[in-house]
T-cell receptor, first 111, second 115 residues
Framework: GEDVEQSLFLSVREGDSSVINCTYT??????LYWYKQEPGAGLQLLTY???NMDMKQDQRLTVLLNKKDKHLSLRIADTQTGDSAIYFCAERPNSNYQLIWGAGTKLIIKP | GAGVSQTPSNKVTEKGKYVELRCDPI?????LYWYRQSLGQGPEFLIYFQGTGAADDSGLPNDRFFAVRPEGSVSTLKIQRTERGDSAVYLC?????????????FGAGSRLTVL
């Protein structure tokens, strides 16, 4: 069945890089997404990657996709206190408008 | 509007009551989605509208849940005979069309608490 898995927590020091990992099961997924959710706010799209790509970079964000292992990661360079949030990975199976979501990884920034 | 607007932001009700949650999507967005998010979990799909019609309501948990979008813009999620298990944050999202990357813009959600 469809399932997206993420670690529940990640703790990093301010200024270090954060790497949030995600595994998914549907090999037909066309797009994979990273969303950010801050307390009391809606889900905000950070970035997405098409399945025929293996890397995408956008300023401090780098997304890596390993289709063979069905593994997606989000790297945040120079992590700041404003990056504290819950990060959700989501996949979009082929020919399907629904998104399948992970449970989210809470990023904790240590001073 | 500039973003997706959801009202009310918080709703506390008693078991057995009827509740309506409203979503005002981004102007011009034809696709509208309702998701439900419980604490510590990712969003769970409920229903998808393309224009005025519900293209897929397979995520609605039972017949107490119903949603409408009569004019293809604002949508209302209706929950009858609420139960404590319905307590969650109900999220609405819209997108310009259901193709390509189909990037969803989410509202801040309506937090429903059933006592």
């Amino acid at each position: 069945g469809e399932d997206v898995e993420q670690s529940l927590f990640l703790s990093v020091r301010e200024g270090d890089s954060s790497v949030i990992n995600c595994t998914y099961t549907d090999s037909s997924s066309t797009y994979l997404y990273w969303y950010k959710q801050e307390p009391g706010a809606g889900l905000q799209l950070l970035t997405y990657i098409f399945s025929n790509m293996d890397m995408k970079q956008d300023q401090r964000l780098t997304v890596l996709l390993n289709k063979k292992d069905k593994h997606l990661s989000l790297r945040i360079a120079d992590t700041q206190t404003g990056d504290s949030a819950i990060y959700f990975c989501a996949e979009r199976p082929n020919s399907n408008y629904q998104l399948i979501w992970g449970a989210g990884t809470k990023l904790i920034i240590k001073p | 509007g500039a973003g997706v607007s959801q009202t009310p932001s918080n709703k506390v009700t008693e078991k057995g009551k009827y509740v309506e949650l409203r979503c005002d999507p981004i102007s011009g967005h034809t696709a509208l989605y309702w998701y439900r998010q419980s604490l510590g979990q990712g969003p769970e799909f409920l229903i998808y509208f393309q224009g005025t019609g519900a293209a897929d309501d397979s995520g609605l948990p039972n017949d107490r849940f119903f949603a409408v979008r009569p004019e293809g813009s604002v949508s209302t999620l209706k929950i009858q005979r609420t139960e404590r298990g319905d307590s969650a944050v109900y999220l609405c999202a819209s997108s310009p069309q259901n193709s390509g990357a189909n990037v969803l813009t989410f509202g801040a959600g309506s937090r429903l608490t059933v006592l």
